[in-house]
């Protein structure tokens, strides 16, 4: 896709754009803060037809948001208007052949396509419905023109913005995008979300009461300033927002750039008549309010949604089926002979005749040849097949041979920063005070691992109560490090798989967006969650020490603390490897054993290195368990006596006279001393985080 341009052609446009608009252009960094009154002249004339014919009820629930108080457009550099122009957008994706057929040399397509020459204008102040079922194309059209297409897809075509081709970084400036799923961390408010991303987003310049100010207005433009300080919940699960709202709280998270320009996928998804369509009368207010280009997807509407939007641009097969105002959309499919029958929601009967799979077909099909056969997959593409033709021939998703109407258009806010970005320390403390914030607010994971850490604790510290100082007395010591060891690793890999999988999606987006790199977040996701372990593993570690009876000596005690403070780390960061690799909880839960489990079969507590099979036995250097226990243990045995009785000795001497001898018969020391044990285990832990780091850029590329 070519979405580059030669500076020289884009200041040169930008000169022109400049000079023929009134619109004032952003300085010194800050978001501009000119009136929305020039645009909205300049938007008036365009949409005042469409606007009018919106429905009453529509402008009912308009008037109701406005006196909710927006404060948007007073502030947002949304009055600078973007006129969008996609020419022959074709996406295709190579296709996958089995190995059976690839064997066999089977022919077959070499690629699908998933959009085919699609052309399109989309002017400020105005909103755009996308129209058409499912897969027709429109969240691959949507992220085309977002400059967010996964790098797997193929496209060609070119996309101009105000006459100019962008890079697709510029793009993401100047535009927000909105995906299908609601996506933010339950454990949050409306209100929070926003001022961290305000934080992150907004020049460093602005002042904080700047900042609130933006977020308010936000909240207020989407009409959930109300339910600000709710917690966003998860439906079926946690208390928190209404579909609705969260569906605005989802599409407020992309205004706080207050961008020019808006994509919007499925907003309505999920939600009733009357709510989808409050939704879809806020997006109409920001449009109209901002002189905001907004083109939102959409899969189901009803008769008075469809008529809040401006136009409308029906997709079948990754092709255009129609493309205009809302008002000629019934007109053009009666005139190549679909009629809407009575009580039939246009938006349903379009779908419906643009899906392959139509099941509700009527009597048209029949006056077109069909029968009832015609439900059939080579009927359906017959069908949409003339559909698309008939909108080609009528000048539809073909490129605009006349020259873009730049009276409309405004400056693009590409260097809104102008170097002032906030810096990766702000972002770092942002993200650290964050995961702060919902590890405490996650009261259920953390009463549950305070409860394993006490009752478990208490559990070991009683069955080895005292643990005394016979000749058995150094086995006994070794069975509780083996099994202390574990329980720290294990504990902590699942707290770590239990936080991150819910936060994994945020990541994904926040990271999308540019909000932070990834090295960031894993820096602050290690720092934040240093005093949580610390917390933990006090309920624990005193308990187990000094119930046990291990040696009381201040040193060893902290050598003690110290390596199970590690143990519970090394646990953690294996948790989030595990969880950034698979992205999938139960499949990270899952492959935990596997991964600990071998390793502790050459910790040579279960089994004597020498008893291990020759030909696997150096796998016992790459055990990460067998450093753990051989570290815990030379702490505790080394310097440690046994008694025995006259009955226990052999020859009349102890065969266990000291921690020595058990250090010897576990081969203990055989790698190193405890410094060296915790190196190793240090250098895994540095493994874990590169990797994790790899597995999350490789995610958030997808
Ligand atoms: N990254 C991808 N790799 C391969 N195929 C893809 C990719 N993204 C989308 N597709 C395919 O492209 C087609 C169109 O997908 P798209 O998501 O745009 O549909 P849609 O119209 O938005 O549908 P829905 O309303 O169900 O979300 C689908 O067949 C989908 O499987």
């Known amino acids: 896709m070519p979405l580059r341009v030669a500076p020289s052609a884009a200041s040169a446009v930008m000169e022109q754009q400049e000079s023929s ?10 978001i501009p803060l000119d009136s929305a009154s020039s645009a909205s002249s300049a938007s008036s004339a365009s949409s005042a037809s469409s606007a009018s014919s919106a429905s009453s009820a529509s402008s009912s629930s308009a008037s109701s948001a406005d006196s909710a108080g927006y404060g948007y457009d007073a502030e947002s550099g949304g009055a600078a208007g973007v006129i969008i122009e996609a020419s022959n957008i074709t996406v295709k994706v190579p296709a996958k052949k089995s190995l059976l057929d690839k064997c066999r040399g089977r022919p077959g397509t070499d690629e699908i396509v998933l959009l085919d020459n699609v052309s399109l204008k989309l002017v400020p102040g105005e909103l755009t419905m996308l129209l058409g079922p499912s897969s027709s194309g429109k969240s691959v059209l949507l992220d085309v023109l977002a400059g967010r297409l996964p790098s797997a ?15 697709p970084s510029d793009v993401m400036a100047i535009s927000g995008y909105v995906q299908q799923e609601d996506i933010m961390l ?17 020049p460093s310049t602005m002042s904080a009461e700047d900042r609130n ?17 709710t917690l966003v919940g998860v439906p079926g699960l946690k208390r928190g927002l209404s579909g609705g709202e969260r569906k605005r709280a989802n599409i407020a998270q992309s205004l706080i750039t207050a961008p020019q320009i808006l994509y919007v996928d499925d907003p309505t998804a999920g939600l009733d008549a009357a709510t989808a369509e409050a939704v879809i009368v806020n997006l109409r207010k920001l449009a109209k309010k901002n002189n905001m280009t ?17 136009n409308v641009m029906a997709l079948a097969g990754g092709q255009v089926a129609y493309s205009g105002k809302v008002t000629g959309l019934l007109p053009f499919l009666e005139d190549i002979g679909y009629e809407c029958p009575r009580g039939l929601n246009p938006a349903d009967f379009t779908i419906e005749i643009l899906s392959r799979s139509a099941l509700v077909l009527n009597d048209d099909e029949a006056a077109h040849g069909g029968s009832s056969a015609s439900t059939s997959a080579s009927s359906s ?7 698309t033709a008939a909108a080609r021939a009528a000048g539809m998703g073909v490129p605009d041979s006349s020259s873009a109407s730049l009276s409309q258009a405004g400056s693009l806010h590409l260097d809104e920063f102008n170097g ?21 607010r996650n009261k259920q994971a953390s009463w549950a691992r305070a409860g394993q850490m006490i009752i478990l604790g208490f559990l070991i510290a009683a069955i080895w109560y005292q643990i005394d100082r016979g000749q058995t007395g150094g086995l006994d010591r070794a069975g509780l490090i083996f099994l202390v060891t574990i329980m720290l690793v294990f504990s902590g890999m699942q707290a770590a798989v239990t936080l991150f999988i819910p936060e994994r999606a945020v990541f994904m987006r926040e990271s999308q967006d540019g909000l932070y790199s990834t090295v960031t977040y894993l820096a602050a996701k290690v720092i934040a969650d240093l005093p949580f372990q610390a917390f933990y593993l006090v309920l624990y570690v005193f308990q187990v020490y000094f119930m046990v009876g291990l040696q009381a000596d201040l040193e060893k005690f902290l050598i003690f603390v110290g390596f199970a403070y590690q143990l519970s780390l090394f646990g953690t960061w294996l948790g989030l490897l595990l969880s950034a690799a698979t992205g999938d909880s139960d499949a990270a839960n899952a492959l935990a054993p596997g991964v600990v489990l071998p390793s502790t079969l050459f910790a040579s507590f279960l089994v004597k290195p020498e008893s291990i099979w020759v030909g696997i036995r150096w796998l016992r250097y790459f055990s990460f368990m067998k450093y753990a226990f051989n570290g815990v243990l030379i702490n505790e045995l080394k310097d440690l006596t046994f008694t025995c009785d006259a009955s226990e000795a052999i020859n009349g001497t102890c065969p266990v006279p000291n921690g020595q001898a058990v250090l010897d018969l576990f081969e203990a020391e055989e790698d190193g001393n405890i410094g060296f044990n915790s190196g190793i285990l240090g250098v895994y832990m540095a493994i874990f985080l590169i990797f994790s780091y790899l597995a999350l850029n490789a995610s958030r590329k997808r």
């Open 213 to 229: 100010e933006r977020v308010e207005s936000v909240l207020n433009v989407l009409g959930i300033a109300k339910v600000g300080d």
């Open 153 to 167: 897809l193929e496209s060609s075509g070119s996309v101009l913005y105000n006459g100019m081709e962008l890079d």
């Open 294 to 310: 907004i083109l939102a997807s959409v899969s189901q509407a009803s008769n008075e949604m469809l008529h809040v939007f401006d």
């Open 21 to 30: 608009t009134s619109t004032s252009s952003s300085t010194g960094g800050a």
């Open 420 to 440: 002032h970005r906030p810096s990766p320390i702000v972002k770092l403390a942002q993200l650290v005070k964050r995961n702060i914030m919902l590890q405490v």
């Open 381 to 387: 593409l017959a069908r949409i097949q003339a559909i």
């Open 186 to 202: 339950a454990d949050s408010t409306p209100r929070e979300n926003l001022q961290f991303l305000a934080r992150l987003s907004l």
